[in-house]
């Protein structure tokens, strides 16, 4: 069922229009918080004084997302996302105009498999994607699990993101995509040509978790702007927020994966820990 939530309000500051944002699959894809993401789009919009509707949109649903000015694909595990794969193939092509259109996609690793054009899990049938992405990943041996860090450029604006990466896919892409970044540290796509994520147009998909957007408060303010001025027709500045808390946060993770840079995954320890601990029966 779709359903809608409106933004905190806030005194208006400007002409602004409504942005509609459409969240797929909300109940299904939203792996460490990823719907934090919608709430920081929300609540710096709110700030700013312009209004926005967010649009659940759930299996079943029909939506034309070229109405849209933003639409979240989030992350979940495998089991998730066979029940999505299932149904996207049925909104893909209204994915595919969108983003053709424009429109701004943010998506959040299952979110970034699934643009692309197929699945492999390692245990299980492939899953076709919606191919909004030049990009097709394959289940891998070696999960990455630790804090990231990924250096970005937008529209010729330069800045670093992070967040943490929990994935076992390998995420290759095609000629018609290219990476989000580059990574500074943390494994990315997947684990060897040091790239983070995809861009086609104004599509844009990561691997970082955490929520990603109220760590990076750069990164949802470029989606925000791009969307305004697609809408709009002409450039956008945003006014200025203290992000002082918000940068704290990017600070601390940034920290944690530039700490952690060149080590072994989170998963491998625990792996070496388990096979030497001594063993028990029964």
């Not at 630790?146 to 892409?173: C, K, M, P, W, Y």
Request: with cysteine.
């Amino acid at each position: 069922m779709t359903t809608t939530l409106e933004a905190p309000t806030a005194p208006m500051q400007g002409d602004w229009p409504t942005l509609r944002i459409a969240h797929l699959y909300p109940s299904l894809l939203n792996v460490a918080g990823d719907g934090g993401n919608l709430m920081a789009i929300q609540q710096r919009c709110a700030w700013r004084g312009i209004p926005t509707l967010a649009v659940s949109i759930d299996a079943g649903d029909r939506p034309d997302f070229s109405t849209f000015d933003i639409v979240l694909f989030h992350g979940g595990q495998d089991v998730e996302m066979e029940i999505v794969a299932a149904d996207l193939g049925l909104k893909a092509p209204s994915l595919r105009e969108a983003a053709d259109q424009g429109v701004v996609i943010f998506a959040v690793c299952a979110g970034l498999q699934l643009l692309g054009a197929r699945y492999v899990p390692s245990d299980g049938p492939p899953m076709e994607g919606a191919a909004v992405l030049d990009l097709e990943t394959r289940g891998g041996p070696q999960r990455f699990m630790q804090h990231a860090a990924v250096d970005v450029t937008i529209d010729g604006r330069r800045g670093t993101i992070v967040g943490f990466e929990n994935h076992s896919g390998q995420t290759e892409l095609g000629p018609d995509a290219q990476p989000l970044g580059m990574m500074i540290a943390g494994a990315g796509n997947n684990g060897r040509d040091g790239t983070e994520g995809a861009v086609r147009g104004h599509v844009y998909a990561t691997y970082l978790h955490g929520p990603v957007l109220p760590k990076n408060p750069w990164l949802a303010d470029q989606l925000i702007r791009i969307a305004l001025e697609r809408r709009l027709g002409r450039p956008v500045e945003l006014e200025p927020l203290d992000d002082s808390v918000e940068q704290h946060a990017h600070d601390v993770a940034l920290q944690k994966a530039l700490r952690n840079r060149g080590q072994r995954t989170a998963l491998e320890p625990a792996r070496l820990v388990r096979d030497k601990a001594p063993q028990t029966v029964g």
